[in-house]
T-cell receptor, first 117, second 114 residues
Framework: AQSVTQLDSHVSVSEGTPVLLRCNYS??????LFWYVQHPNKGLQLLLK??????LVKGINGFEAEFKKSETSFHLTKPSAHMSDAAEYFC???????????????FGKGTLLTVNP | KAGVTQTPRYLIKTRGQQVTLSCSPI?????VSWYQQTPGQGLQFLFE???????NKGNFPGRFSGRQFSNSRSEMNVSTLELGDSALYLC?????????????FGQGTRLTVV
């Protein structure tokens, strides 16, 4: 079975300071990993995805994540937070025993990011 | 291009009733998957359809069912509603299937069961 654990349910940062949202995954094969963002009253938007091409993945809005197999981690970072980054962030895993997609996304519980002025 | 459209946006139903939610995917996308989002359980996978066939199903009771039409539009149905079915139901559209190709989400249908 595959699963993800988001280590912090709430992260609070000041505008202009770095953001770190932590995610650990569990999978018996090489998974596909994603970060999604959900703004209030809006649908989920894909920030970035890892599919084994490169361990450092760059996404939209200045976010990036690094896949570390030895640590089973996929932490999301951004050098400088902006007020508009305030939202809920989900770490997501997908995959199957054969290594392909099972067309099912397994979501972490989410991390609420607050950005203070 | 138009995004994923879910209707209705809000619903209030009484315990014991049934409800049907609709999802129109992005044009050209053949995969539609459904998720339930609640404060306690987070986002949970319900089922996924591709070309009118269910390819994967989550761990939900049989009261939850779905289907997909030839134009890729999908509906999900919940029968004999319970208070615990109150949730945001999200639909995701993708070309070949979520996890394989990018999944685009609709804004959801907020179901309240009273």
């Amino acid at each position: 079975a595959q699963s993800v654990t988001q280590l912090d349910s709430h992260v609070s940062v000041s505008e202009g300071t770095p953001v770190l949202l932590r995610c650990n995954y569990s999978s018996s094969y090489s998974p596909s990993l994603f970060w999604y963002v959900q703004h209030p009253n809006k649908g989920l938007q894909l920030l970035l995805k890892y599919t084994s091409a490169a361990t450092l993945v760059k996404g939209i809005n200045g976010f990036e994540a690094e896949f570390k197999k030895s640590e089973t981690s996929f932490h999301l970072t951004k050098p400088s937070a902006h007020m508009s980054d305030a939202a809920e962030y989900f770490c997501v895993v997908s995959g199957s025993r054969s290594g392909g997609s099972n067309y099912k996304l397994t979501f972490g519980k989410g991390t609420l990011l607050t950005v203070n002025p | 291009k138009a995004g994923v459209t879910q209707t209705p946006r809000y619903l209030i139903k009484t315990r014991g009733q049934q409800v049907t939610l609709s999802c129109s995917p992005i044009s050209g996308h053949r995969s539609v998957s459904w998720y339930q989002q609640t404060p306690g359980q987070g986002l949970q996978f319900l089922f996924e359809y591709f070309s009118e066939t269910q390819r994967n199903k989550g761990n939900f009771p049989g009261r939850f069912s779905g289907r997909q039409f030839s134009n890729s539009r999908s509906e999900m149905n919940v029968s004999t509603l319970e208070l615990g079915d109150s949730a945001l139901y999200l639909c995701a559209s993708s070309y070949r299937g979520a996890g394989d190709t990018e999944a685009f989400f609709g804004q959801g249908t907020r179901l309240t069961v009273v």
